[in-house]
């Protein structure tokens, strides 16, 4: 069963880049022609807030309203996906979850989240 | 801009029947938008229940199921237990990849 665990640093300054990565087990990122992997994040007791997808070609999709701050990347010798998103402010503090997407319209395997607080 | 509405709290009685809905502001839900249905209990990372309307994730107890019922897509728990007690996200996929978040629904067991 394929399991996805994100890393990345918990604390984040006001104007600087929030980077994590989402690392798959139990398969490979490439290993289908539908599997999508995404990110989703969750404001402290809020909702559930789409961000992005990739496919291991790399083809992207984005939430519209975080595009122009957001790249996310895959990394297939690594079985890594990655999310870089830019210029953040506390309104980003949230958990950050990555999840496998079978068919690029829902989610299936979800990693167990990872907080980040923006804070200087 | 899309806005998918559900419900912001429900209760049910413990085996009792709820529905809870997902709609969208612009018009009405159909099979195309792909809805797809999370459980969430704090401090967890969401699971998946019902993905393409009405295909149950594996593991999925047979009292979630997943429908159209008019203009929305709905998740009804049947028979429900106190552990269903949790937040309830879906999901509509807009097309090109684009794909929204309800703001969930709070079910309490009661």
Redesign the interface.
């Known amino acids: 069963q394929v399991q996805l665990q994100e890393s990345g640093p918990g604390l984040v300054k006001p104007s600087e880049t929030l980077s994590l990565t989402c690392t798959v087990s139990g398969g490979s990122i490439s290993s289908s022609n539908t599997y ?1 992997w ?1 990110w ?1 994040r969750q404001p402290p007791e809020k ?4 961000i992005g ?1 990739i496919f291991h070609s790399g083809d ?2 984005y ?2 309203s975080l595009k122009s701050r957001v790249t996310i990347s895959v990394d297939t010798s690594k079985n890594q996906f990655s999310l870089k998103l830019t210029s953040v402010t506390a309104a980003d503090t949230a958990v950050y ?1 990555c999840a496998r997407l ?12 990872t907080l980040v607080t923006v804070s200087s | 801009q899309t806005v998918v509405t559900q419900e912001p709290s429900l209760s049910v009685s413990p085996g009792g029947t709820v529905t809870l809905t997902c709609g969208l502001n612009s018009g009405s839900v159909f099979v195309s938008y ?1 809805p ?1 249905w ?1 459980q ?1 209990t704090p401090g967890q ?4 229940l019902i ?2 309307t009405n295909i149950r ?1 594996s593991g999925v107890p047979d009292r979630f199921s997943g429908s159209i019922l008019g203009n929305k897509a709905a998740l009804t728990i049947t028979g429900a237990q106190a552990d269903d007690e949790s ?1 309830y ?1 879906c ?1 509509l ?1 807009m097309g ?9 629904t709070k079910l309490t067991v009661v």
Do not use: H, K
Request: hydrophobic share 25%; charged share 15%.
């Open positions: 999508y995404g989703i909702g559930l807030e789409w997808n992207t999709s939430n519209p979850y079978p068919f690029r319209e829902n989610f299936d395997f979800w990693g167990q989240g | 792909y797809s999370y969430q990372a969401p699971r998946t993905y393409n994730s937040d996200y999901l996929s090109r990849g684009i794909l929204v978040f309800g703001g969930g």
